[in-house]
């Protein structure tokens, strides 16, 4: 991947059936190309992605696809499928959350 490569996370869109995160990327020229990445609201619904990690779930995915050709995809709509998350969720694990609350041991 070239050094000269900027990945922007844009914003996302709530859809009927999907949250669609958009990635601009610049490169070297000064050349900006928009990229568009869904997660199917059922993912979220099931617990398999969380909304606070959805932007970092897409950037990897978009980082993985620029890596495989040579910065310059064909595509420019990707979906993120069961397996994306997965490998994001081995990658990431999460903590334990803690009750700030909870009765202290003694």
């Given at each position: 991947?070239?050094?000269?490569?900027?990945?922007?996370?844009?914003?996302?869109?709530?859809?009927?059936?999907?949250?669609?995160?958009?990635?601009?990327?610049?490169?070297?020229?000064?050349?900006?190309?928009?990229?568009?990445?869904?997660?199917?609201?059922e993912?979220?619904?099931?617990?398999?992605?969380?909304?606070?990690?959805?932007?970092?779930?897409?950037?990897?995915?978009?980082?993985?696809?620029?890596?495989?050709?040579?910065?310059?995809?064909?595509?420019?709509?990707?979906?993120?499928?069961?397996?994306?998350?997965?490998?994001?969720?081995?990658?990431?694990?999460?903590?334990?959350?803690?009750?700030?609350?909870?009765r202290?041991?003694?």
């Amino acid at each position: 991947m070239s050094d000269n490569l900027f990945v922007q996370y844009v914003g996302f869109k709530v859809k009927t059936f999907d949250r669609e995160y958009t990635f601009n990327v610049h490169v070297s020229e000064g050349a900006i190309r928009a990229f568009k990445l869904s997660i199917a609201n059922e993912a979220f619904n099931a617990h398999r992605a969380r909304f606070q990690d959805a932007p970092s779930i897409c950037s990897t995915k978009l980082h993985r696809e620029l890596a495989g050709h040579a910065n310059n995809p064909s595509e420019t709509s990707y979906r993120i499928s069961d397996t994306d998350l997965e490998e994001y969720r081995s990658a990431h694990p999460q903590k334990s959350s803690r009750n700030p609350y909870a009765r202290k041991a003694n």
